[in-house]
């Protein structure tokens, strides 16, 4: 059984653009949160998806944006790349309630 | 709102001593507290969770962690540390439907 992966594993992208991530969560799971994890700094929630809607948000700028499809896998959109957003975006999975949530390896994005 | 608070930024022990990690919460209902663990360049790793019951809860690596509903702490403890436990610890709150907060983080080192 996988457990959840994220594509791409590195990622460089210039100021301005945009980037969009990926994750397919482990099986059985129906529910994605993504979080943003600076140098030297914890993990931040930005936001959760479940039955493709955007259940709750952290503290980040619309720049953010997700998606859930059909099948559960979810991608993490940010639009008008600052240097800041560098950062490892860490995805989580779990089921709707339950009490561990499993988390990918994730995407290291550079942005220069 | 729901918040996890890591009072020592860095921590150094001697191989073979005892650990302590300190980890206090805000959150309005009854929480899920967890301790991950992150080497350089890696994704999280669960130490151990707690949900409910023994609020002494074992985990990996020999890790275990106390919840003091009291003092809204959850402290990560280890009788003898090794030089492999040298790494990031976090501690995070959740519910059963909140997604995880995360602490800033403590970065352990451990002297020969």
């Known amino acids: 059984d996988a457990g959840v992966t994220q594509s791409p594993t590195h990622l460089i992208k210039t100021r301005g653009q945009q980037v969009t991530l990926r994750c397919s969560p482990k099986?059985?799971?129906?529910?994605v949160s993504w979080y943003q994890q600076a140098l030297g700094q914890g993990p931040q929630f930005i936001f959760q998806y479940y039955e493709e809607e955007e259940r709750q948000r952290g503290n980040f700028p619309d720049r953010f944006s997700g998606h859930q499809f059909p099948n559960y896998s979810s991608e993490l959109n940010v639009n008008a790349l600052l240097l800041g957003d560098s950062a490892l975006y860490l995805c989580a999975s779990r089921l709707r309630g339950g009490n561990e949530a499993f988390f990918g390896q994730g995407t290291r994005l550079t942005v220069v | 709102a729901q918040s996890v608070t890591q009072p020592d930024i860095h921590i150094t022990v001697s191989e073979g001593a005892s650990l302590e990690l300190r980890c206090n919460y805000s959150?309005?209902?009854?929480?899920?507290l967890f301790w991950y663990v992150q080497s350089p360049g890696q994704g999280l790793q669960l130490l151990l969770k707690?949900?409910?019951?023994?609020?002494l809860v074992q985990g990996i690596k020999g890790f275990e962690a106390e919840f003091k509903r009291s003092q809204s702490s959850f402290n990560l403890r280890k009788p003898s540390v090794h030089w492999s436990d040298a790494a990031e610890y976090f501690c995070?709150?959740?519910?059963?439907?909140?997604?995880?907060?995360f602490g800033a983080g403590t970065r352990l080192t451990v002297k020969p």
């Open positions: 099986s059985g799971h129906d529910t």
């Open positions: 707690y949900f409910s019951g023994d609020t």
């Open positions: 995070a709150v959740g519910g059963w439907i909140d997604d995880m907060r």
């Open positions: 959150y309005g209902a009854t929480p899920y």
